[in-house]
């Protein structure tokens, strides 16, 4: 009888992963396909770069946005939208950063500059053209160098 339970429950985390993983499926599709917020930030902040792929990339049940762009850009884009990282090699525009952390990073490291943001639920951070990484609160204040 425990045989029996155990095979049950064999298959069925076995049919949970199996199906998980049918939604895992990511999907080239045209710029023009991407919603409407996320072609509006493109335009905004990135107006003279060519979008070379958009992707939608399924996170169990939500699905995220990654755009690549010229100059070896990438976006990438939570489940409601909203920018959540950008990883370049090159300058970032300052109009993607917040004011907070641009102010602190010009403070401090005048001679370098930006070349990715990440945003978690926790903190944001950003990463600089000699490697530092910086660590910021929602708010935008510095709260340590990151290793």
Do not use: C
Request: net charge negative; glycine share 2%; charged share 25%.
């Amino acid at each position: 009888m425990k045989t029996i339970k155990n095979l049950k429950n064999l298959l069925i985390i076995s049919l949970f992963v199996v199906s998980s993983s049918a939604f895992a499926q990511d999907k080239i599709i045209p710029f023009s396909e991407a919603p409407a917020s996320i072609q509006a930030y493109v335009s905004k902040h990135f107006p003279n770069h060519k979008v070379l792929q958009t992707e939608i990339d399924y996170e169990g049940l939500t699905k995220e946005y990654e755009v690549i762009l010229s100059d070896n850009i990438k976006l990438e884009f939570d489940g409601k939208n909203n920018i959540k990282n950008i990883d370049a090699k090159t300058k970032l525009p300052d109009s993607v950063i917040p004011k907070e952390i641009l102010d602190y990073v010009k403070a401090n490291y005048p001679n370098n500059f930006i070349i990715e943001w990440d945003l978690d639920k926790t903190h944001q951070s950003v990463e600089l053209n000699n490697d530092i990484e910086l660590e910021f609160t929602l708010n935008g204040e510095f709260l340590r160098i990151d290793d």
